[in-house]
């Protein structure tokens, strides 16, 4: 687990999910597209070292990252 390097984007992209948004909404709420999310997830993934987007939210959320 390598968290020192998360970076505000991907807490940010954490956030969209957290928040519930679907990766479709994407383009129009963040301005990227769902692929490039997709690449931001897999990326948080690794580095915190768990496989799905729930268990990256709890981490964020235990972490102080989240609101």
Known sequence: ?????????Q???LQFVADGHCRKQ???ILGV??????VHLNRI???LGVR???HAVAV???KGWLR
């Open 1 to 9: 687990m390598n968290t020192d390097r998360i970076t505000p984007r």
């Open 11 to 13: 807490i940010e992209i």
């Open 26 to 28: 994407s383009r129009e």
């Open 33 to 38: 597209s769902p692929h490039t999310i997709k």
């Open 45 to 47: 993934y690794e580095r």
């Open 52 to 54: 799905e987007d729930a």
């Open 60 to 62: 964020g959320f235990r």
